[in-house]
DNA sequence: GCGATATTGTGAAATATTGCACATAGTTGA
DNA sequence: TCAACTATGTGCAATATTTCACAATATCGC
C-alpha cells in the first residue's frame, strides 16, 4: 500500500534490538557510534543497520556515524515507544503476574492498568505493583473506561481465543498472546505469538544433530 | 555443509506449530488431516506445510493426507522431542520460577533438574516443583554431575553474559536466555533471545501506524 | 585548502524463502 | 478394471531479505 508497508517485518524487529545497546551507550555516556560497532554489539551486518535505519530517514553522519542520542530518539518515535501504552493482562498465574511486576516494562512506557482472572479464588487479590485481580467479566468495561489499547494474553490455553475475542470486541487493537495456540484474529487486531516451547524445540534440534 | 544445514529456520520452527493442532487432534482422536486442513489450523499456506515436511522425509499419503499419530511422531524424532532433555535455570525471579513451575515443559520432556540464584535470601529455599534453589557457584558442578543439556537465563541483564561463560564452559550445549541483552557465544553453544518487548514495540509500531 | 581517512546511504547482486501449478500416486465406486 | 477424485511432493517462478561494493560526504592534520 503506501510506503511504510513495504518495510520487512524482520527490520521493524532489528530496530528494537539496537535501542538496547544504544541505552547502554547512552548511560555509558558514549557519544557516537558507527554501524560497525552497533552491528557488532547486536550481532548482525553493518550494511544491515544502516539499510533498516535508512528505511526511515537519514539519522547518521558520513564519515562520523550516529549520534547515540538522537538515533535513540528516533528509534524511538518509529517505534511508537516514545509515547505510553495502556495494556491489561488476562490470566494472573505465574506467568501473568511475571510479566505485570516486570519493572522493564513499566520503565519502557508500558502500563498495564488491569489485570484479570477467572479463578473465582485469585479475585480482589492485590499484586506487588498495586493491581487488583478482576473477574473477567469486567474486561468489556475496563477496555473502555480505561481506553486500554493492548492486551496481553496468559491464560490456559483453551480459553485464549474466548478471551482475544472478548478483548477485540471490546476495542483492544493489539494482542500479545503467550498460550500456545493459534489465535483467529479480527483485520483491525494485530497479533504477536510468544512460544518458549518453539524456541526450545529449535535448540532441541540442533543440539540433537551435533551428539 | 550436509543437506540438512540448508534446511531453513522458519521450517524448523513452523515444525513445531504444526505439533500443537496435531496434539489437539490426537486427542479428539482425528485419524487423518490434510496439509490444507493442517495450514489453516496454524495460519500458513498449505504448499508450506507440504514443503517443511517433504524436507524430512514423505510422511503423507497422495489422495488422502497425513495420518496425524504418525506425523506428530516424526515431526518429534525431528525435533528430537521425542526424548527427555535435562535443562537448568539460573535466575530465580519471578520469570524463572513461573518457567520452572510450568507443567508444559515437562510434559514436554524438558526437565529442569536444577535452579541457581546469586541472591543469598533465596538459596536453600524450595520451589513447589521440588526443586531447591543452590548458590551459582554450584553451576559447573551440577552441569557436570548432571549432565545438563540446556541452561535458561532469566536473570538480570548485566549478569546474562557471565552466566552464559559459565554455562557454556562447563558444558551446556544450548542457552534459552530470557534477559533483554545479546549473549556472545562459542561455537560449541547453541542460543536461542526471547525478548517480550521486541514484540510489545513490533505491535506498538504497527498500532501507532493505524491511530 | 587539500589530500588522506572514515563512514554513511544505496543500487544492484546474491541469497533465502514462499507460493504456484501440476505430475504423481493413492482411493473409491461402478 | 477403470474413470473420477483427492491430496501429496516438487520444480520453478515470484517475492522477500540480506549482503556487497562503492559513490557521496564529512572530518582531520598539515
Ligand atoms: N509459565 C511459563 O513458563 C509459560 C511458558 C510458555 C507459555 N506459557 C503459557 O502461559 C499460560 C499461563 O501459564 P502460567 O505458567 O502462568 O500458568 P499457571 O498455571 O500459573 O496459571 C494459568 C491460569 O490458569 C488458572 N489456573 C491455574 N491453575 C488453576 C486451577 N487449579 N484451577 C483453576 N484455574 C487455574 C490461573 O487462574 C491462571 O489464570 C499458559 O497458556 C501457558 O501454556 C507459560
Ligand atoms: N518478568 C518478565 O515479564 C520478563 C519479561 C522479559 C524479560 N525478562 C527478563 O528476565 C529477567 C528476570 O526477570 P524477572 O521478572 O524474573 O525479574 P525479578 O526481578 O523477579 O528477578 C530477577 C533476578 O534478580 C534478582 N533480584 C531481584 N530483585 C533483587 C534485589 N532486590 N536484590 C537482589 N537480587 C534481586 C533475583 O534474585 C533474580 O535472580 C530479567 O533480565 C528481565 O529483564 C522478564
Redesign the interface.
Known amino acids: 500500500m503506501n510506503k511504510?508497508s513495504k518495510i520487512p517485518?524482520p527490520s521493524?524487529?532489528r530496530?528494537?534490538?539496537y535501542s538496547?545497546?544504544l541505552e547502554a551507550l547512552l548511560d555509558s555516556e558514549t557519544p557516537v557510534i558507527s554501524s560497525e560497532k552497533l552491528a557488532r554489539?547486536?550481532?548482525v551486518n553493518p550494511a544491515q543497520v544502516r539499510k533498516d535505519l535508512a528505511y526511515f530517514g537519514e539519522f547518521g553522519v558520513r564519515g562520523v556515524g550516529y549520534d547515540v542520542r538522537d538515533l535513540l530518539v528516533e528509534i524511538k518515535k518509529?517505534?511508537?515507544?516514545d509515547r505510553d501504552?495502556t495494556l491489561c493482562i488476562v490470566g494472573m498465574?505465574?506467568?501473568g503476574?511475571?510479566?505485570a511486576?516486570?519493572e522493564?516494562?513499566k520503565k519502557?512506557g508500558?502500563k498495564f492498568v488491569a489485570a484479570f482472572d477467572s479463578d473465582p479464588t485469585k479475585i480482589g487479590r492485590t499484586l506487588p505493583c498495586g493491581l487488583i485481580i478482576e473477574p473477567t467479566s469486567r474486561i468489556r468495561e475496563s477496555v473502555r473506561d480505561l481506553k486500554i489499547?493492548?492486551g496481553v494474553i496468559t491464560t490456559r490455553p483453551h480459553e485464549a481465543q474466548r478471551f482475544a475475542d472478548l478483548l477485540m470486541d471490546s476495542g483492544v487493537?493489539?494482542?500479545?498472546n503467550f498460550a500456545?495456540?493459534?489465535i483467529r484474529t479480527l483485520e483491525c487486531c494485530?497479533i504477536?505469538n510468544?512460544?518458549?516451547?518453539?524456541?526450545?524445540?529449535?535448540?532441541?534440534?540442533?543440539?540433537?544433530?551435533?551428539?
Open positions: 511504510e517485518a521493524i524487529e530496530l528494537a534490538y538496547r545497546p554489539l547486536c550481532g518509529i517505534l511508537a515507544t501504552w498465574g505465574n506467568l503476574s511475571a510479566i511486576e516486570n522493564n516494562f519502557r508500558y489499547e493492548i487493537k493489539a494482542i500479545l500456545p495456540v493459534q494485530k504477536e510468544v512460544d518458549f516451547a518453539v524456541k526450545l524445540e529449535h535448540l532441541a534440534y540442533h543440539i540433537a544433530k551435533i551428539l
